[in-house]
């Protein structure tokens, strides 16, 4: 059995092996995990729960025996299920909260059947201290320039297209689960704090300090996800381009990149319901009238000209950035991917 040391976050992409495997417990594994590492539990969360009332009100020896035994028998269903069809020559690295008994024991067991297994020392906790400093001890050393502009001009397409044009792209929304407003939310829910840092953190890894990076200008908050310290400084400094597009075409966009909201009538009530504090009644149940009608263009057109657009005005009148401004006749796909190699252009 090899250890693994960790030094830096590209040495788990550096250590070969062929699967990251972490044996904590379902829920420690929703919470956060390394990047492409699938979940064989040699505890699972009740028996996790089990194994600790036991260390507190019994032994630790009965805690240790009980877990034992749960280990080795969990072990052998992974064994005769997800392991079932490794070869001789398969190479896992495996992983728990703190490198100790849990993933210590899986890995002999894997060891004894003759695989090369590296163990991470530390554990999890090694993996977390470094996406830590990564996010917020550490001052960022990329270049980064914003994509900003108002509600529905297609800042995080755009981002995609200068993606797909070969450029660095952090793509913030999608690492936090939600476009960012007040209607944003995403049915499925956003990740933890911690997954939301490990997705910035291991794409922050990946990139080339010296080349140009392209996030899309966000407050300090995505939903409930908080922009770690480190970005957030960087992105205050950074350049901005700002994208404008006509009302209608901004209307059009936001009718469809928002489907998911407009095919939940319940959730999209509640979301203009949550704006009456800012506007009047009469307003508020105009929307509603506008949504139950499924007159989407119409409804956005009012929320972003009455609600949005005010708003983004003043943001903009207390920066001190100086901003450049890309206008677009309309976002369709074609015209966004143009926008998006002239901009490559810009920086190389």
Not at 38 to 63: C, W
Not at 285 to 304: K, Q
């Amino acid at each position: 059995m090899t250890l693994l040391h960790l030094n830096a976050l590209s040495d788990i992409a550096a250590c070969g092996a062929d699967t990251i495997i972490d044996v904590r417990s379902p829920d420690e594994f929703a919470e956060d995990h390394i990047p492409g590492a699938i979940n064989l539990p040699v505890l699972s969360n009740a028996e996790r729960a089990k194994v600790g009332t036991i260390y507190k009100q019994d032994s630790s020896f009965m805690a240790r025996k009980i877990g034992a035994a749960l280990v080795a028998q969990n072990a052998a269903v992974h064994l005769m299920g997800p392991l079932a069809d490794k070869p001789g020559g398969w190479q896992p690295m495996v992983y728990c909260w703190r490198g100790g008994q849990r993933s210590g024991s899986f890995a002999t067991i894997l060891e004894q059947i003759g695989w090369r297994v590296q163990l991470l020392k530390g554990g999890y906790r090694s993996y977390r201290r470094l996406v830590a400093q990564t996010v917020y001890d550490t001052p960022l050393p990329h270049k980064l320039t914003l994509i900003e502009g108002g509600t529905g001009t297609a800042k995080t397409r755009l981002l995609e297209h200068l993606a797909l044009a070969g450029e660095q792209v952090i793509d913030l929304e999608g690492f936090a689960n939600h476009r960012g407003s007040l209607f944003g939310a995403r049915g499925d829910g956003q990740p933890s704090q911690k997954m939301f840092e490990t997705r910035l953190a291991a794409q922050l890894a990946k990139m080339d300090p010296t080349r140009m990076t392209w996030v899309e200008a966000e407050s300090s908050k995505i939903g409930a996800r908080v922009v770690p310290s480190g970005l957030w400084h960087a992105m205050r400094d950074a350049p901005r381009i700002e994208v404008q597009a006509p009302l209608a075409a901004r209307a059009r966009f936001l009718a469809t990149a928002y489907a998911d909201l407009t095919e939940d009538s319940a959730r999209l009530h509640g979301r203009i319901d949550m704006l009456r504090p800012y506007h009047a009644s009469d307003v508020i149940a105009a929307w509603h009238s506008l949504a139950d009608e499924g007159a989407w263009e119409e409804l956005a057109t009012g929320l972003v000209s009455a609600h949005y657009d005010p708003r983004y005005a003043k943001s903009m009148g207390r920066s001190e950035k100086a901003t450049q401004v890309i206008a677009l006749a309309d976002l369709e796909d074609s015209t966004l991917a143009q926008a998006a190699r002239d901009l490559a252009r810009r920086v190389t």
